[in-house]
């Protein structure tokens, strides 16, 4: 009589044009009709004889049904009533292993032979549409209700529907109802120069894949007014043919723009206000050693080296101050051209050319602040001078070297000043006898300025003086 009940249930089963199943009480399938079949993506013979949970398991990592289903069918054997479950997610293992999300909406029906219930019809319905386009409109309203100040807007990718508040035609300079429901409406609103950028940017976000994005750009509205929009949003799939679309929020941002504006005006005038000192400061040096190089004319020998000597400082100053004005920085100088331009000087106003005395640079392409490069000029002056006064009595030519390197290793720079001439007194008697006096002072005072550690060497190939100091600071 069993066999007889279920055979009957099997013959309602294949007649109900909806989703269904049959199993025992205890949740072994008995049959399945061929909706059910479609709408799981299997074979009706690869089903039947097995457990339900065994062929459909729920993941662990996300909700599932099994639970709830084994109430259901519990409370359906003992009430002998039909039990309907709310709307659920239980996902759907698919052939290749992999999971498509689904939401199903589920009722069990008991089978009654001799008022014995004998097994359980189970209807199905496939909601999950229904279910992702309420989450997506949740989605929708949840995010338009984080912020005021903020305007909501979802782009299908593929239709180019926009649906969005009435507060994104406001931002569009578009009336209630005037801008129609197409992403076209609104792309021509946006500034010609920016409309490629934005167009390409919008429709090629699903590329870069689901998650947030972001867009900023210019709108030209009908009567001239130029406004800044800055789009947040995150591409998501949608509910219907798994279509992509960019869901977020749109705020006017033409107020901070004025002040980025407003601001680099600002610092635009006060970069012209620095170059400005600068070039005032160079001219005034460069007059002081003018004035100091027409001194030294008339003034004893002694005197007359004093203050060429003295014109050669201040000149190893303005040099600095060339470079700030010159080269457009205000806040650092480019030491490599600067050194080069300080030792052209010297060795023109030291008459290297016709003693055939040549300095040679190499120097690392290193930008230094202006204090740091102050300090660093007035060393290299004042080793450069000295050698060119002392080194080479006798010769007919020489060289001095002038490197500075970096060290990455220790963070530091490293000048070098070395000469082949024969210097002053013997190697043996050691680095005063070389340079002292106001000339040595000052090259100890600057090392200490900037952090650095001054070392000298006599040796029968010249002298040499090597600083190191900080590359930072």
């Excluded at 009709?33 to 013979?45: C, K, L």
């Excluded at 209630?176 to 010609?192: K, Y």
């Excluded at 167009?199 to 699903?206: D, G, N, P, Q, V």
């Amino acid at each position: 009589m069993l066999d007889t009940v279920i055979q009957s249930g099997r013959a309602l089963l294949h007649a109900i044009p909806v989703p269904a199943i049959v199993m025992s009480n205890d949740l072994e399938i008995l049959d399945v009709n061929a909706p059910f079949t479609s709408a799981v993506a299997r074979e009706r013979g690869s089903m039947i004889g097995k457990q339900l949970f065994a062929e459909f398991p729920g993941r662990a990592d996300r909700p599932n049904l099994e639970s709830a289903i084994r109430a259901s069918v519990a409370r359906a054997v003992v009430t002998k009533l039909t039990d309907a479950l709310a709307p659920g997610q239980h996902d759907i293992t698919m052939p290749d292993g992999s999971f498509e999300t689904r939401y199903w909406r589920l009722s069990h029906s008991p089978v009654i032979e001799n008022d014995e219930v004998v097994c359980i019809l189970q209807l199905v319905e496939d909601v999950t549409k229904e279910v992702t386009g309420e989450m997506l409109q949740k989605i929708r309203e949840r995010t338009a209700s984080e912020g005021a100040a903020l305007s909501f807007c979802d782009l299908n990718l593929v239709t180019g529907e926009l649906v969005r508040s009435a507060a994104v035609d406001a931002l569009h300079g578009f009336a209630p109802g005037e801008a129609g429901d197409n992403i076209e409406t609104f792309l021509e609103r946006v500034h010609p120069e920016d409309r490629a950028r934005v167009r390409t940017e919008i429709f090629s976000a699903l590329e870069r894949g689901t998650g947030p994005t972001h867009l900023e750009h210019r709108l030209l509205l009908p009567d001239g007014t130029v406004r800044w929009i800055s789009a947040h949003g995150e591409i998501l799939i949608g509910p219907v043919n798994g279509e992509p679309h960019l869901v977020g929020m749109v705020v006017d941002v033409t107020d901070f723009h004025r002040k980025e504006e407003e601001l680099k005006a600002a610092l635009a005038g006060q970069k012209l206000l620095l170059n400005e000192v600068n070039h005032r400061v160079k001219n005034s040096l460069q007059m002081v050693a003018s004035l100091l190089n027409l001194e030294s004319r008339r003034a004893a020998a002694e005197a007359q080296k004093d203050l060429l000597s003295a014109s050669a400082r201040v000149n190893a100053i303005a040099t600095i101050h060339t470079s700030l004005y010159d080269q457009g920085d205000v806040t650092s100088v480019a030491v490599d051209s600067q050194l080069r331009d300080l030792c052209d000087h010297l060795a023109a106003s030291a008459g290297g050319d016709a003693r055939k005395i040549e300095i040679m640079l190499d120097v690392a392409p290193i930008r230094l602040c202006a204090d740091k490069a102050i300090s660093l000029s007035i060393i290299v002056n004042e080793l450069i001078s000295n050698a060119l006064r002392h080194a080479f009595h006798g010769r007919e030519s020489g060289h001095v070297f002038v490197r500075l390197e970096a060290d990455d290793v220790a963070n530091e720079l490293i000048l070098t000043v070395r000469d082949n001439g024969k210097g002053l007194g013997s190697p043996a008697a050691g680095p005063t006898s070389k340079a002292s006096g106001l000339g040595q002072r000052l090259v100890q005072m600057s090392a200490r300025q900037i952090g650095g550690q001054v070392e000298q060497i006599a040796s029968d190939a010249g002298w040499a003086t090597i600083l190191r100091f900080p590359a930072q600071g």
